[in-house]
């Protein structure tokens, strides 16, 4: 599909000025093949436009593709003057949605083009993919800065087009503003505040301690199982499924070890204590900007407040100069205001591609209704509270801490083996369940342990002690099994039996923050 354009550009000759036509034009690129063709282009409208972020970096993007490929179509506007490449819109349809390219992974988007040309550039994308029989029925783009040049430009945009369009508050972004004289005063407040400062000597006096940047392909690789298995964990204890168990995202995260720098764009940095890793950051580093994008800790560390250490250890990076500021990137979490010191805004641009009619109109109603909500905190925690109160209604009752050892002794059958696990076990195989994880569950099942009970894995159940079984010695795995036999006594009272089951839950419902729109 293409479309084309006429732009009026003037020229002066001794004393007149004449005003020539240029001819502007638009192709809608779906084919990753056409795609790469246009990388170099890509790479130079990114270099020489406004400061991009890592977002809009042609690696980036191949990397993306090569993860989501086959899961969305290509929808990406390409504007020529002549035969020159000047403007992108890039874009991509998922079922009957149109986004962003990038999303759901791009924490930022936005054109690529010189900014004397975005408003004609936006104009003429838009009007393309606009043009009747659109094979979406609904546009979302997600996470315009309030500095873009979409957020700019979009009020420049004939009437026709902007009954079309309708740009909405989405969510903030705070940062940490490094760009400013008083640099050294803000990075020394950071890093003198206690509760860092604690966590991080905690840490730092728990063993053998480094932090450190993963520099090369092959030890980022590596790590990246460890990264993965913790982020499954860690939200398995909040009673969700980790993204990580599907394959693209751990395929896009490799694929952008591979096609962007470790040593330089993409900042993936541990803590390891003993030599075994505690806590991740993911993040990426460009333009000055240092972008906090994803982390994980061993839940078995959570009380330790691991992340927090690391948080300290990524602030004493930031003394680098090179960085100007840091990105906590999109969403609300109160950590991050916590240290935050400006906040941007993030906008979405909805595009209704019939935008007549009594149902486009209360759509449209309802998402202004929305975003007003989103933007004051607090109307919008007293609607999440509300909206709390009435899921509560349906969810099944908390699990009954167990504070003292049952009366009857429970044996395992004969010839089984137990091997104990500790809460990391038990988080993977919740998240194994078709059900999602029971987070009260395994809020119970780490109460227990941290009191010193243990749990052993046997034919799908879960058995539970008041003492250890076999401990280890010094040297040895802290995995202990046990073969139970007859007519050998058990060596320990089991006082609670689990089936695995137990570890999942039916969901409540679907989030009405997010079915009503009122999340990032």
Same mark, same amino acid.
């Given at each position: 599909m293409s479309a084309t354009q006429t732009l009026s550009s003037s020229s002066q000759t001794g004393f007149s000025v004449v005003s020539q036509p240029v001819r502007m034009s638009c192709e809608i690129v779906t084919t990753e093949a056409r795609l790469r063709q246009m990388a170099p282009d890509w790479q130079r409208l990114n270099d020489g436009g406004r400061r991009g972020t890592i977002f809009q970096q042609w690696e980036w993007v191949s990397a993306y593709c090569r993860a989501y490929g086959p899961q969305i179509t290509l929808r990406v506007a390409a504007v020529y003057i002549e035969h020159r490449l000047i403007g992108i819109l890039a874009l991509q349809q998922r079922g009957e949605s149109l986004e962003f390219l990038g999303t759901p992974e791009a924490d930022y988007g936005d054109i690529l083009c010189e900014e004397q040309y975005a408003q004609s550039v936006l104009s003429l994308a838009l009007e393309t993919?606009?043009? @009747?029989?659109?094979?979406?029925? =609904? $546009?979302?783009?997600?996470?315009?800065? #309030?500095?873009?040049?979409? #957020?700019? %430009?979009?009020?420049?945009? @004939? @009437?026709?087009? /902007?009954?079309?369009?309708?740009?909405?508050? %989405?969510?903030?972004?705070?940062?940490?503003?490094?760009? $400013? @004289?008083?640099?050294?005063?803000?990075?020394? #407040?950071?890093?003198?505040? !206690?509760?860092?400062? /604690?966590? !991080? =000597?905690?840490?730092?006096?728990? $063993?053998?301690?480094?932090? /450190?940047?993963?520099?090369?392909?092959?030890? #980022?690789? /590596?790590?990246?199982?460890?990264?993965?298995?913790?982020?499954?964990?860690?939200n398995a204890m909040v009673g969700r499924k980790s993204r990580f168990q599907d394959a693209a995202p751990r395929a896009y995260f490799e694929a952008l070890v591979d096609h962007c720098d470790p040593a330089s764009t993409v900042r993936f940095s541990v803590i390891e204590v003993d030599g075994k890793p505690i806590t991740y950051h993911f993040g990426f580093q460009l333009n000055g900007m240092f972008t906090y994008y994803s982390s994980s800790f061993d839940v078995n560390q959570a009380d330790n407040s691991p992340g927090r250490a690391l948080l300290r250890n990524l602030f004493l990076y930031c003394e680098n100069p090179a960085i100007r500021e840091f990105d906590f990137s999109i969403g609300d979490e109160s950590y991050k205001f916590h240290y935050a010191n400006r906040i941007k805004d993030n906008l979405l641009l909805n595009i209704d591609p019939a935008p007549t009619g009594l149902q486009s109109r209360i759509r449209a109603a309802l998402r202004f209704t929305a975003a007003e909500i989103r933007r004051r905190p607090a109307i919008k925690k007293v609607v999440k509270q509300a909206l709390d109160k009435f899921t509560s209604l349906f969810a099944k009752p908390p699990v009954v801490p167990v504070e003292a050892k049952h009366d009857a002794v429970i044996a395992p059958p004969l010839g089984i083996e137990l091997i104990s696990a500790d809460l990391a076990d038990l988080c993977r195989i919740a998240s194994e369940l078709t059900l999602l994880p029971d987070a009260d569950r395994l809020l119970e099942a780490k109460r227990r342990l941290k009191r010193g009970d243990r749990a052993y894995l046997g034919e799908g159940n879960i058995y539970w002690a008041e003492k250890p079984l076999d401990l280890p010695k010094k040297g040895q795995s802290k995995k202990t099994s046990l073969v139970v036999e007859a007519p050998s006594p058990i060596p320990t009272e089991f006082y609670e039996r689990w089936p695995i089951e137990m570890l999942g839950c039916k969901p409540v419902s679907i989030s009405w923050m997010k079915r009503l729109h009122l999340t990032a």
């Open positions: 993919i606009l043009t @009747p029989p659109t094979p979406w029925k =609904r $546009g979302v783009l997600k996470e315009i800065t #309030a500095d873009s040049l979409i #957020a700019k %430009h979009s009020p420049e945009l @004939p @009437p026709s087009l /902007r009954r079309h369009l309708q740009l909405l508050y %989405h969510c903030p972004s705070p940062v940490i503003d490094l760009d $400013g @004289p008083d640099r050294m005063e803000v990075l020394d #407040a950071l890093m003198k505040q !206690d509760h860092l400062k /604690r966590y !991080d =000597r905690k840490m730092q006096r728990s $063993g053998v301690f480094s932090c /450190r940047h993963l520099d090369t392909k092959e030890e #980022a690789h /590596r790590h990246l199982l460890h990264f993965f298995d913790q982020h499954i964990c860690r």
